[in-house]
């Protein structure tokens, strides 16, 4: 058994798994080394933890549109993270309206449900807009070819954005019911990140029920197995894709204003290193899997947020914040290198993946 | 009574005039108009902001109508309803425009653009304005439809060479002055902006004249190869003067469209030949400056090396850095393939950049005092000069790269990009393979590197993002990917003409995007594709074809 598993293994694999290995050790290394010096208290521990989850429900409720994209048309989506984009970015104008108005402090739920529906009406349209102008017509040509479309697709609306919106950074106004902190358990939460947390956890379970218990879910979830049988069972199959770049984009907006929740500028560039982050977070949680993504997002966050102090501090790396993009671009490199399949998904074939 | 059939196509002509005035509405938004108006095509006549907003109704009713086959009444109602509906989209900005403030919101929804959309009225008259133009426009187009195709060519060639004539005014001024009795008569054609009226119009009429000029048959046989020798001759001989024919005010741009050339010529192997999707492509380009730049400079080094010391120092960690990047990625494909090196090269600009590294690398300070290029006593610092640096490079990496297509390896690398499984089924060692695209790429674009560092004597981390790796990727894709002169055309069109028109760099990877995409739609082999990638992509017309051609036999 293990004399023909070792058969397999080539040059280039135990490089790779040299390199990993020493940036594991690494890891351990830093983290035994920060925890030894004891810079930082208990409190800012948990502090990082809570800033980590809040983060990582937002990645979460990106990575969703990764993964549905994926699973049922097996590309990325790289315009994904300019979904994310626009519909944040208008909803910051749909703000700063209400706050005129006065209505941000007086009605403060009914003003923020108006700016989620503008968020995710905004994503939901340019998703099933880029869909349909740049994926559709090329949905069998070679791999390359929807790849190219969806950055030139990003890139398209990136500076249409900015050209529309101008290239400053545009303030979110903060609401007033969002101040503040609010202790559980001895642990110290910021409103704002409370509410991310409870908002991405409850977004993630109203997706995951349409995916699994509605029937458009249904539709969907047979696409992504068979297109071809499906559309003889009866499907629409454009129509069940359409739908699916709609719900990915109109949580990729939902997701925006979660995002400028914690983060509360908006520019047109905010959606390229976030959206590259919840691809990660996709990848992670296993691409094409709705809980993974999930996960995955979590995870990452956490990463990011606890990993600089963690790993890198007790290596005497100054400035490690500076590195926390760096560490999930990192992981990102590392999971598909190793993990393609990501922790919840299924080990795919070659051609899938 | 109006038939069905025709109240149909008429719906479908809407339609497309209809998204025809969306994308005018878009440009008009974006800012693109408004900058562009300063421009003109036709001096005091019509603007190139005019144009890009009137344009895209025309396209779109003449592309619709060219499929109605209908009699000649009704393609004219057709076109002059397509006006109407191709002005809605402007109509409704300038009227809502007129009772709220969009300001607030679209930053160029400003009183210069009603202005402009106007054509200097106020709002009511304005619009009928706009309207009746646009009715104008579209009815063009069926006028357009009813002539004979050779006419119809002639008249969009003569109409394309005019917008472009007047686009590139001071260009063509520019160099022409430096060639007395040409500047003349170049000088009857152009006003202080855009064309002259009468210049307009006999440019127009030489177009369609050399339209309709007698060309005997292209010859059957394949240009023979003295007529090819003479061609490459001669283009040797442009290039070699290029700098002297154009004048200073150029060289800055020929030295960036050659870097761009330089990194285009390696990404053509990497994505063109082999097939491998590589975004972070920048970073061997910063991996050369920087190199170069370590190794050379007083500030990092206390025994700074020359250029020429420096050089292979630099190209061989290129070299190593390409298979260092393309060993762990060998197994994966396509998408992933794309992200991984998109990360890398995130990775490696984020370490520039870091405090940890600054000691290093000089952080975000960059480096400075790089050594420039000698040979003897003469010191290769001027734009010129570096240009013929950058041309040697070129040479030789296109003697490199046009001899590499058809070898063994060359092949290998296309087998590869087409089926792996087959291509290593049959033999093919996948990993050197690889790894050898990989590492002649980087090899390519570190060069490029190194020439960018000697040129300005300092790196930065910020001129190394991810916008480099795009500007490479989209002039292969608008040359073709996998042919050489491919690159040529797309970093001239991409490179060079940008750096021509100061107003279009704000809008610069806006169109980029769109090309991207509309290239992929509509033409996926690239301006000047390769013979092979053309037949890959249209497999099933090639196919279909043949098998049609079976089938009579």
Known sequence: ?353 | MVCPPFLLSLRKIWRSALIGGGVALLLALVGMVETFHSRSVINNVVSVGQVLFLFPVWYATYVSLRQMSEERKKVMIASFTAGIAGSLPLVLLLLIGAGINLRAMFVNASPALYKILTFGQNLWPGVLVLIVVNVLVTLTAGLLLQLSSRWQRALIQGFLWLFIAGLMRDLILTVTNRWGPLAGVVQFFFAANGLTPLGAVLLLAIVIGLAFWPRRQAESQPANSRARWIVLGSIALILLFLPQILGPFFSEILDNVMMYILMGLGLNIVVGYAGLLDLGYVAFFAIGAYTMGILTSPELNAHPLTYWQALPFAMVIAMISGVILGLPVLKLRGDYLAIVTLGFGEIVRLLVLSDWLRPWLGGTQGIQLIAQPKIGNLTLQSQVQLYYLFLAWVVVVVFIAWRLKDSRLGRSWMALREDEDVARAMGINHVTTKLLAFATGALFSGISGTIFAAKLTSVYPHSMNFLVSINVLALLILGGMGSIPGVFVGALVLIGAPELLREFAEYRYLVYGALLVAMMLYRPEGLWPEERRKLELHEEEFVESTSVAAETE
Do not use: C
């Open chain 1, 1 to 353: 058994m293990l004399r023909t598993r070792l058969r397999g293994v080539t040059f280039t694999d135990i490089v790779v798994w040299l390199i990993g290995l020493i940036i594991f050790v690494g890891m351990i290394w830093g983290s035994i080394a920060t925890i030894r010096l004891g810079k930082y208290s208990a409190s800012t521990w948990t502090d990082l933890i809570v800033t980590g989850l809040a983060l990582g429900g937002v990645y979460a409720l990106i990575a969703l549109g990764y993964t549905l994209v994926y699973g049922i048309l097996r590309m990325i989506n790289f315009a994904h993270s300019e979904v994310f984009m626009s519909g944040a970015f208008t909803a910051t104008f749909a703000a700063t309206g209400l706050m005129n108005i006065g209505w941000w402090d007086r009605m403060p739920i009914l003003s923020l449900l108006i700016v989620l529906a503008v968020a995710a009406l905004v994503s939901a349209t340019v998703a099933f807009l880029v869909e349909r102008i740049a994926y559709r017509p090329l949905r069998n040509a070679p791999r390359l070819v929807p790849l190219i479309t969806a950055i030139g697709a990003s890139f398209f609306l990136q500076y249409t954005f900015r050209g529309l919106y101008g290239s400053g950074l545009k303030g979110y106004p903060e609401m007033a019911i969002f101040k503040g902190e609010v202790v559980f358990f001895g642990i110290r939460f910021f409103k704002t990140q409370l509410v991310v947390i409870i908002g991405a956890i409850l977004m993630m379970l109203i997706l995951y029920s349409i995916v699994q218990y509605t029937k458009i879910g249904k539709a969907m979830r047979a696409v992504s197995e068979d297109k071809d049988t499906a559309a003889l069972m009866g499907i629409d199959v454009d129509r069940t894709i359409s739908t699916t770049f709609v719900l990915g984009g109109a949580s990729a907006g939902i997701a925006g204003i979660l995002y400028l929740i914690l983060f509360p500028v908006a520019h047109f560039f905010m959606g390229f290193i976030p959206g590259l982050k919840a691809f990660t977070s996709a990848v992670l949680g296993g691409i094409g899997n709705v809980p993974g993504a999930f996960l995955g997002g979590i995870i990452l966050g956490l990463l990011e947020s606890v990993g600089p102090s963690l790993f890198l501090d007790g290596l005497g790396i100054p400035a490690a914040y500076q590195l926390k993009d760096a560490i999930a671009f990192t992981v990102l490199v590392f999971i598909l290198i190793f993990r393609p399949s990501g922790i919840l998904g299924e080990r795919l074939t070659e051609t899938k993946a």
